[in-house]
Each structure stands twice: as C-alpha cells, then as structure tokens.
C-alpha cells in the first residue's frame, strides 16, 4: 500500500478511507451515497508500509510505521464527488470497421458521386487524404488514473465573479474575438436548482466602449446579446491527463448562430486579452527554427532565459477543443457542406497549433491532396475530417514586417450530432498524452465512450513545422459565444446590409443577416448551456502529469506578473482580485431556503450580528458556498527576499538584543514627553525694570 486518504463527513461525522495503488479499497458512504469528505492525506514510507485504520462515527485513529505524515485541508476535489468517479482508465481507440462494398445494383445506384466525399464510416480516415494508412498508433495499455479536479455545481448561489471562487473566474469583459456579437457577463453564469452550471445566452444590450481598429481610437458601441465564459486561467491548470464533462449544449440543434465550447488553453495566453495572444497562440513549437525565431515571442532561439523559463526552449498557448458545436440544418453533402459527410448540427474536435504548414496548403471547403495534411489522424464512427476550417493566418496591427505573420493549424475532425444533444446530457471527453524524450504523445477524442478522433504526434513530428502535442500547463474554459463567423449565413441575403444583429429591433435590416429562426428561439426560450460535471484525472505514475499553472519545466508566473497589463483591463489593479472568504450579506435569523442568506448553512459557514457571512475551514467565497482549492505541490512561489541571496542571520547575540530593548524604550519615552508638552506655551522673559501686578495680591514686583 503507497498511500492512504482519510477524511471525516462534515455531514454525518462517519469517517471516510480510501486506499490507493493497494489491494483494496474501503468506503464508508455518508446518508447521500456520496463521499462527501474533507481531505486529510497521510503519506507512508514505502519500505514499511504497515497501517492500522480503527473508524468509529466521531472517532478515527490510526497507528503504525509511518515515515511522513501531512495533512491538507483542501485541494481541487469537490467534496461532492461520488466515490465511483474518483478513478479512470484511458479508452481504446478503436477505429470504425472496414465496409466493403456490395456489388448488388441497389447500392451501386446509390453511390456518391466522384465530387462527394465517401460517407464517415467507410475507412479510418478519408479516402482524400494524404496517408492511405494512418501512423503506427501507440500500444494500448489500460492504466489506471485518479481524479485530481472536480467541480459537481451542487451548490444553488455560488458566485463566480472574479474574486468570488477559487476554480473559475466569470468573465466581465466585452470579446473582442472572432467578430464577436456578445458581451460576457457574471451575471449570466449560475447553478440552476436541478444542481448544473448554467450559461444563459440572451438578446440584451450592453453599452460598452470598444476600439476601432480602422479608426485607430476607442468609440462608444453597443453589444446587443449577453452571455457568459469561464475560466479556470492562473486558478486550476493542468499537464497531461484526462478530462471529462457532463454536458447539455444550449438552444436547438436545427437553428444556428449559438458557438458552445469547451476547450483547453495554454496557461501563458489568457482569452479575449488579445495582448496576451499576440504571437503566442497557438504556438506548440519547442525548437529553434526560422519561423520561430521571426513569429513566437517565446522562441526556442532565444540565449537567455527570462522570468524563470529555460533558454533554447519555445513557449506558447495552444488550443485543444473538447468541442465546439454548431447547430443548424443545412445537411451532409448539401451547400456550404458539399463534399463533407457531415452536416449540421456537428461538433468540432480540434487541436489548434503553431507554426502551421507553410504553403501547399488545402483550399477550405476541399480535400487535400497527397503531402497536403497530417497524417496520424483517425477519425471514429459518423465523423469526418473538417474540411471546411484548416486554420488561420495570423497577422497583428503591432506587427512592423510580414515575415512576422504565420500560420496557425486547425487537426479537427467533425462529429454529426442530433437533437438529442440539445435536449440531454452526453458526456464529452479528451485524453492528452505529453510528448517526451521517448514518445510524441497523442490527443483522444470521445463522446460518450466513442471514438471521435485520435491524433498521433507522430503525425505532427514527421510534418516538420516543430509543432508538438501540447506540453504546456492548460486552464479550462466553458462558454457560449455569437458570433457572425459560426453559423450565419455565408453570404448576405438579397438586400441585407448584414451590418447590424439585433433581435430587439423592429427592423428587418438589423435581422436578415441571422439565421433562420435564430431570433425567434431567443425570444421563446433562453438558450441554456448546462454542465453537471466537469473533472480531470491524471497518471500517479507519470512524471509528467502535474497540476499547477507555473510548473519547474513550463513556469509562467513570473512572466505573467511581468506583463500583467496584457492580462488585465485598464479598470483593473491586478488580472484576478483575491478570493473573499466571507463578507456577503445574509440573515442571522435564517435558518433554510436561500445559500447566501444562510452562509450555505451551519457546515460551511454562520452568519454574524454584523449580518456578513464568516466562513469555516474548507470554505471560501463571499457566502462560503464554495470549497476551497489550491494546488497540492505549490512548485513556484511568490517570489521572497530570500531569492534575491539575503539570508537573515539564525542566532542574535544578546546584547543586540538588549541594545534594540533599550532604543525602543527611549523612542517611546521621547514620543511621551512630545505629547505632555504638545500645545505647551513657554512664558516669555520679564524686564525686571517693569512693574508687573500679580493677579490676587497688593504687592508689585
């Protein structure tokens, strides 16, 4: 047995162990079935690992050999997550069987034509693509890994405005991103009473002042549609691992214009700060190469290594998509989808990367041509890769020569999805394996427990740009954005000037450019993106499975402290505000009902006389309804003087200490008698030659 975990519920004090990585485990649930505990982790030697557990209702002790024993009283783990979510094993990736083709006259009638794409399920990959035969794929080993971060939204009232959680920020923040239509705001994340994270998308105004890039000044502009992001940046990242969600997307499936994701970030980018992004993402590259040394900030050419960052090694912000979903009803091998065999509604399974393929690229819409695309991908049942989107060129308005610009790359697969996905929860998941000196690492797609896409770095490898499988520490984001460039129509209808959206306004101009229906499902029903669940496991073998935003091989703390205006607005003092622990108004005399007039109830926290929320041990925000977290191996810490070689002496001799007693003594006396003689008017000197009178007596002197 290596390690123990035992934790006492606050709710019924029945004590909770679990054992890992040993023969067994033991689980005492609590009355709700789930294991419902506040972690104390207990570390044995391995070379004696002999342990005696005795578990009364109010009573834990254990006995034994043990080397090192600490105790936490937080990390990333939602005290409500139940115990059967608390491992994982990584899925086969299991591509689609072979079809041959029947020779019978029924189907040859109904065979696509040349122009069309074969349908998803014919072969691994497409028949376009430049490698008839995907890359070796990695061995598959079942191995098993443990939940690291969980977050059950169990909790009706929590706050997510910035300093109000410790795992996720709500952004306040107009996007300036992607031509953006939407304002995100606080206000529009919230737990719903089933107990799931909601982003409400909604037709409202928001006044805002923007910038004009082509005026070159700020100018007054108004948001006509709010919505809502998370994000866990510079809270909770992580290395490598697995990361799961329980997940019902917004809206209907046949109406387009709603952009849902769920997605992974490099930790050094912060989204819609564009500054933060500038020739940092999506960049993957970790060598020196000529578009390195001319396009990413963080190159792997640079000598020296700044903010704590090694020299000779690139840094950057790639972008993994667990999805990216578009409904809609234009339909496979029909329109804008011609030669794709999957239509509306789809989602995306994508990593995005820099530098990309520099020339010879695919046309969108058009199946590659031989050396055109990487190889290595393999695509699952019903999907097909993305025709429609390889990637972006990359070109910012600081930018002083061309040769700054580059290509970013877009390896994404489309999924057909259904109505079903609209109306149901379906769990979504992606699997990230980071390369090392003896592999290249790999990302796994899945939906429910299939294959969406696989991507081998092998493939990324033999392309030759230096592009890699991601090895930065990544943050979690969960929004819903509207956006002219996901969904709407390609080209303006007959006479629509597609210059305004607004659902709002009487006015025919300002919504010909949505898509049909679009309004009208705004104003029906508020599109809601629900979320039951989100949670991450990682490998307790593998090294390189870490969690934390600053790591010992990819630190960002300092750079990003060295550069906090690119990940803050002007308005702002710092680019997150500390978490308050207690403070929110509430009512002594409440005793049920609402969270924050309770303080989330006599567990997690009590009300004052002064009526603010004060919160116990475990609990933070500003009405105590969230657990606390932080991370288990804090790797890089604010900095102290002791990093700058200032040691202070250990052992003072007595008769400094003495002479500082006695300096301190004269300063406060000195400070005593300045205050007796303050407002103290001397009398002036008398000229004896004067006859003076002293009131009260006959006598002169």
């Given at each position: 047995?290596?390690?123990?975990?035992?934790?006492?519920?606050?709710?019924?004090?029945?004590?909770?162990?679990?054992?890992?990585?040993?023969?067994?485990?033991?689980?005492?649930?609590?009355?709700?079935?789930?294991?419902?505990?506040?972690?104390?982790?207990?570390?044995?030697?391995?070379?004696?690992?002999?342990?005696?557990?005795?578990?009364?209702?109010?009573?834990?002790?254990?006995?034994?050999?043990?080397?090192?024993?600490?105790?936490?009283?937080?990390?990333?783990?939602?005290?409500?997550?139940?115990?059967?979510?608390?491992?994982?094993?990584?899925?086969?990736?299991?591509?689609?069987?072979?079809?041959?083709?029947?020779?019978?006259?029924?189907?040859?009638?109904?065979?696509?034509?040349?122009?069309?794409?074969?349908?998803?399920?014919?072969?691994?990959?497409?028949?376009?693509?430049?490698?008839?035969?995907?890359?070796?794929?990695?061995?598959?080993?079942?191995?098993?890994?443990?939940?690291?971060?969980?977050?059950?939204?169990?909790?009706?009232?929590?706050?997510?405005?910035?300093?109000?959680?410790?795992?996720?920020?709500?952004?306040?923040?107009?996007?300036?991103?992607?031509?953006?239509?939407?304002?995100?705001?606080?206000?529009?994340?919230?737990?719903?009473?089933?107990?799931?994270?909601?982003?409400?998308?909604?037709?409202?105004?928001?006044?805002?002042?923007?910038?004009?890039?082509?005026?070159?000044?700020?100018?007054?502009?108004?948001?006509?549609?709010?919505?809502?992001?998370?994000?866990?940046?510079?809270?909770?990242?992580?290395?490598?691992?697995?990361?799961?969600?329980?997940?019902?997307?917004?809206?209907?499936?046949?109406?387009?214009?709603?952009?849902?994701?769920?997605?992974?970030?490099?930790?050094?980018?912060?989204?819609?700060?564009?500054?933060?992004?500038?020739?940092?993402?999506?960049?993957?590259?970790?060598?020196?190469?000529?578009?390195?040394?001319?396009?990413?900030?963080?190159?792997?050419?640079?000598?020296?290594?700044?903010?704590?960052?090694?020299?000779?090694?690139?840094?950057?912000?790639?972008?993994?998509?667990?999805?990216?979903?578009?409904?809609?009803?234009?339909?496979?091998?029909?329109?804008?989808?011609?030669?794709?065999?999957?239509?509306?509604?789809?989602?995306?399974?994508?990593?995005?990367?820099?530098?990309?393929?520099?020339?010879?690229?695919?046309?969108?819409?058009?199946?590659?041509?031989?050396?055109?695309?990487?190889?290595?991908?393999?695509?699952?049942?019903?999907?097909?890769?993305?025709?429609?989107?390889?990637?972006?060129?990359?070109?910012?308005?600081?930018?002083?020569?061309?040769?700054?610009?580059?290509?970013?790359?877009?390896?994404?697969y489309n999924l057909q999805l259904t109505e079903d996905h609209f109306n149901k929860t379906h769990i979504y998941r992606l699997e990230w394996d980071v390369p090392t000196e003896t592999s290249d690492?790999?990302?796994?797609?899945?939906?429910?427990?299939?294959?969406?896409?696989?991507?081998?770095?092998?493939?990324?490898?033999?392309?030759?740009?230096?592009?890699?499988?991601?090895?930065?520490?990544?943050?979690?984001?969960?929004?819903?954005?509207?956006?002219?460039?996901?969904?709407?129509?390609?080209?303006?209808?007959?006479?629509?000037?597609?210059?305004?959206?607004?659902?709002?306004?009487?006015?025919?101009?300002?919504?010909?450019?949505?898509?049909?229906?679009?309004?009208?499902?705004?104003?029906?029903?508020?599109?809601?993106?629900?979320?039951?669940?989100?949670?991450?496991?990682?490998?307790?073998?593998?090294?390189?499975?870490?969690?934390?935003?600053?790591?010992?091989?990819?630190?960002?703390?300092?750079?990003?402290?060295?550069?906090?205006?690119?990940?803050?607005?002007?308005?702002?003092?710092?680019?997150?505000?500390?978490?308050?622990?207690?403070?929110?108004?509430?009512?002594?005399?409440?005793?049920?009902?609402?969270?924050?007039?309770?303080?989330?109830?006599?567990?997690?926290?009590?009300?004052?006389?002064?009526?603010?929320?004060?919160?116990?041990?475990?609990?933070?925000?500003?009405?105590?309804?969230?657990?606390?977290?932080?991370?288990?191996?804090?790797?890089?810490?604010?900095?102290?003087?002791?990093?700058?070689?200032?040691?202070?002496?250990?052992?003072?001799?007595?008769?400094?200490?003495?002479?500082?007693?006695?300096?301190?003594?004269?300063?406060?006396?000195?400070?005593?008698?300045?205050?007796?003689?303050?407002?103290?008017?001397?009398?002036?000197?008398?000229?004896?030659?004067?006859?003076?009178?002293?009131?009260?007596?006959?006598?002169?002197?």
């Amino acid at each position: 047995i290596h390690s123990l975990a035992i934790s006492l519920d606050p709710y019924t004090q029945h004590t909770c162990a679990y054992v890992s990585r040993g023969s067994h485990r033991l689980l005492q649930q609590n009355k709700r079935g789930k294991a419902v505990c506040q972690s104390i982790s207990v570390a044995l030697n391995p070379k004696t690992p002999i342990f005696r557990v005795m578990m009364k209702p109010s009573l834990l002790l254990v006995s034994g050999v043990l080397a090192a024993l600490s105790a936490v009283q937080a990390d990333w783990i939602d005290p409500d997550t139940p115990y059967e979510a608390m491992t994982t094993v990584p899925l086969n990736v299991k591509p689609p069987k072979l079809q041959q083709p029947s020779d019978d006259d029924d189907t040859k009638k109904h065979r696509h034509s040349r122009t069309v794409s074969p349908a998803p399920t014919v072969s691994p990959a497409p028949s376009q693509s430049p490698s008839g035969t995907p890359s070796a794929y990695p061995t598959f080993t079942p191995k098993s890994f443990e939940l690291v971060f969980s977050d059950e939204f169990n909790t009706k009232g929590r706050e997510f405005a910035d300093g109000s959680d410790p795992r996720w920020t709500a952004l306040d923040k107009n996007d300036y991103t992607n031509d953006a239509l939407h304002y995100y705001s606080p206000e529009n994340v919230e737990i719903d009473d089933d107990g799931a994270l909601t982003i409400k998308t909604e037709a409202k105004d928001t006044d805002i002042v923007g910038f004009d890039d082509k005026k070159g000044k700020k100018t007054q502009i108004t948001k006509h549609f709010r919505s809502g992001m998370l994000q866990s940046w510079n809270k909770f990242c992580f290395t490598g691992g697995i990361i799961e969600a329980e997940v019902e997307l917004p809206g209907k499936g046949s109406i387009a214009g709603l952009w849902p994701a769920l997605w992974l970030l490099g930790n050094l980018a912060r989204h819609t700060y564009v500054g933060s992004s500038e020739h940092m993402w999506p960049w993957s590259a970790l060598t020196c190469t000529k578009k390195s040394r001319q396009s990413q900030k963080l190159s792997g050419c640079d000598h020296i290594g700044h903010y704590g960052m090694d020299a000779f090694l690139g840094r950057g912000s790639p972008e993994m998509d667990i999805f990216e979903v578009q409904a809609g009803n234009q339909k496979a091998n029909t329109g804008s989808f011609l030669k794709s065999p999957v239509g509306q509604p789809f989602m995306s399974a994508s990593y995005q990367v820099a530098p990309g393929l520099p020339y010879n690229r695919p046309g969108g819409g058009e199946w590659p041509g031989p050396g055109q695309w990487y190889s290595g991908m393999v695509g699952g049942k019903n999907t097909s890769l993305n025709i429609a989107f390889y990637g972006n060129y990359n070109h910012f308005l600081g930018d002083t020569s061309k040769s700054q610009d580059y290509w970013s790359d877009a390896l994404s697969y489309n999924l057909q999805l259904t109505e079903d996905h609209f109306n149901k929860t379906h769990i979504y998941r992606l699997e990230w394996d980071v390369p090392t000196e003896t592999s290249d690492g790999y990302l796994h797609w899945f939906i429910d427990g299939e294959l969406v896409l696989a991507i081998n770095g092998k493939g990324l490898k033999d392309a030759g740009t230096g592009s890699t499988i991601s090895t930065e520490p990544s943050y979690i984001l969960m929004n819903t954005a509207v956006s002219k460039q996901w969904g709407f129509p390609s080209t303006c209808p007959t006479g629509c000037p597609c210059k305004e959206y607004d659902c709002n306004v009487n006015d025919w101009t300002q919504q010909c450019g949505f898509s049909p229906g679009f309004c009208d499902m705004m104003e029906q029903k508020t599109p809601e993106y629900k979320v039951n669940w989100v949670r991450v496991y990682q490998d307790p073998t593998n090294p390189v499975h870490k969690v934390g935003c600053s790591t010992p091989e990819r630190p960002t703390r300092r750079y990003i402290e060295g550069h906090k205006e690119m990940y803050m607005e002007e308005k702002d003092k710092e680019p997150l505000q500390p978490v308050r622990r207690g403070g929110g108004s509430c009512d002594p005399s409440a005793t049920e009902g609402d969270n924050r007039s309770t303080c989330g109830t006599a567990h997690r926290g009590r009300c004052t006389k002064g009526r603010v929320c004060e919160c116990n041990v475990g609990w933070t925000g500003p009405h105590c309804l969230s657990h606390d977290g932080f991370d288990p191996i804090p790797y890089d810490q604010p900095d102290k003087l002791t990093d700058l070689g200032f040691v202070a002496p250990s052992v003072v001799p007595k008769f400094l200490i003495g002479a500082f007693v006695v300096l301190v003594l004269l300063l406060v006396a000195a400070l005593t008698f300045k205050r007796r003689f303050d407002g103290w008017t001397p009398i002036p000197d008398v000229d004896p030659s004067m006859n003076v009178r002293v009131p009260g007596r006959g006598a002169i002197v």
